[in-house]
């Protein structure tokens, strides 16, 4: 129900911006993240809008470079200034709490690559 895309291959200090598209459900009520996993490393969200209070969220790794948006049933992470470190598989998540202090989401996408590598 959660469908992300829009990854790929990009140059360092490059930009990507990833989709995330529900559907057979209304996103408006919804706390929405954005996670990656690298190789090895343990699975980190990057960003969290909070429906409750119409804030977004980001970690210190990618604040001031990575921006959250959404319209209608679809979210977006546009992802500038890449650096190698960004490279991960991306998968957004949904909760219907609206809350991202929450850590059980009720959708997951399935991810998708991000490679930043010259």
């Known amino acids: 129900q959660l469908q992300a895309s829009g990854g790929g291959l990009v140059q360092p200090g490059g930009s990507l911006r990833l989709s995330c598209a529900a559907s057979?459900?209304?996103?408006?009520?919804?706390?929405i993240s954005w996670f990656r996993q690298a190789p090895g490393k343990e699975r980190e969200r990057v960003s969290c809008?909070?429906?409750?209070?119409?804030t977004t969220y980001y970690a210190d790794s990618v604040k001031g470079r990575f921006i959250f948006s959404n319209a209608k049933n679809l979210a977006y992470l546009q992802m500038n200034s890449l650096k190698a470190e960004d490279t991960a598989v991306y998968y957004c998540?949904?909760?219907?709490?609206?809350?991202?202090?929450?850590?059980?989401?009720?959708?997951w996408g399935q991810g998708t690559q991000v490679t930043v590598s010259s």
């Open positions: 998540a949904a909760t219907s709490t609206g809350d991202c202090v929450v850590r059980e989401y009720d959708y």
């Open positions: 057979e459900f209304n996103l408006d009520y919804f706390a």
């Open positions: 809008f909070s429906s409750r209070d119409d």
